[in-house]
């Protein structure tokens, strides 16, 4: 950095706030937003917790399919609380593990999906094998790195980034702190941090992402191969729900992260946004347990339960 850059910065006042500037100021707006908002979280919330419940109750979902999806399933209510008081500030640390959170568990999720879809590419493509290789150990292993590789892939860029000072204006343009706008802020010269968060980046991300592609690359050939249409029907039934989360998830994720810096983009670039941070949360469970016999079996059978327990109805 030059003499005349550390003048201008030390010029400069250092924020200890940012205002999330979210999608307008519109009370009317605002109002709408916030019930549109709420009922999503509880719909979010009260599908992946009865979707855990159900994986873990019925003995028919004891499989790994099922278990990554519950671990997807524990995967920010702070947007719902700016609308509804109509305070959008939010502290320099707050908005620090807001993004770190963000992070930890769009990463966690890239695994997740890639170790849902191998766990589709052994039993389509490889049948005879699935038990052998897709045993509860390599479940648990193959889980327990999703989310600690996510862990420090998180960390080592928070870390970077907390030692990071933040001036000039406190408005961010977007309803959730995230790296770019961090980045603008920055008092600092950010190429380095950039530079190592894409090094992280094109370490962490790759190998999720080809590992998903491979696999539907591999499943599609198979399913294609089967002579009779049933077959092919029924091939494809048991992925289909993960393909269109997989696809929701990849394609926002990467068109937002592709479209260059301009203003014009940036509403469509919040929007796209809203798709995985808070849509794909809710399509989880909705396309599931919408699309799969097992879960449906799995509820309808627990709600008969509670029926009768509640004298509601007979055994």
């Known amino acids: 950095m030059s003499l005349r850059q550390k003048a201008e910065v030390t010029n400069r006042t250092v924020i200890g706030e940012f205002i999330l500037l979210g999608f307008g100021n519109d009370p009317e707006l605002q109002t709408l937003l916030f019930l549109v908002f709420l009922v999503i979280y509880v719909v979010t919330m009260v599908g992946n917790i009865l979707l855990m419940v159900l994986v873990v109750a019925d003995r028919r979902l004891h499989t790994p399919m099922y278990f990554f999806l519950g671990n997807l399933s524990c995967l920010e209510p702070r947007l719902l609380a700016s609308l509804l008081t109509g305070d959008r500030t939010i502290s320099v640390p707050g908005c620090m593990m807001q993004f770190y959170c963000f992070g930890l568990l769009t990463g966690t999720e890239c695994y997740l999906l890639a170790a849902m879809s191998y766990d589709r590419y052994l039993a389509i493509c490889k049948p005879l094998r699935y038990a052998t290789l897709m ?168 709600l008969h339960g509670f029926m009768v327990l509640m004298g509601i109805q007979k055994s």
């Open 135 to 302: 045993t509860s150990r390599f479940c648990l292993r193959f889980a327990a790195w999703s989310w600690i590789l996510a862990f420090v892939a998180s960390t080592l860029t928070f870390s970077w980034m907390s030692q990071s000072a933040f001036c000039g204006h406190k408005e961010i343009d977007h309803f959730f702190c995230d790296f770019n706008p961090l980045i603008e802020h920055s008092c600092d010269d950010s190429s380095l941090i950039t530079r190592l968060s894409i090094i992280i980046t094109s370490i962490v991300v790759p190998f999720p992402f080809l590992l998903t592609l491979m696999s539907y690359i591999c499943i599609i050939t198979t399913i294609l191969k089967i002579p009779s249409y049933t077959g092919r029907k029924r091939a494809f039934s048991t992925c289909s729900s993960h393909l269109i989360v997989v696809t929701i998830f990849y394609a926002t994720l990467t068109v937002v992260y592709i479209l260059p810096e301009d203003h014009m983009l940036q509403d469509l670039n919040k929007v796209l946004s809203l798709f995985y941070k808070v849509l794909i949360p809710l399509a989880n469970p909705l396309i599931y347990s919408l699309r799969n016999k097992e879960v449906t079996e799995a509820l309808r059978k627990i």
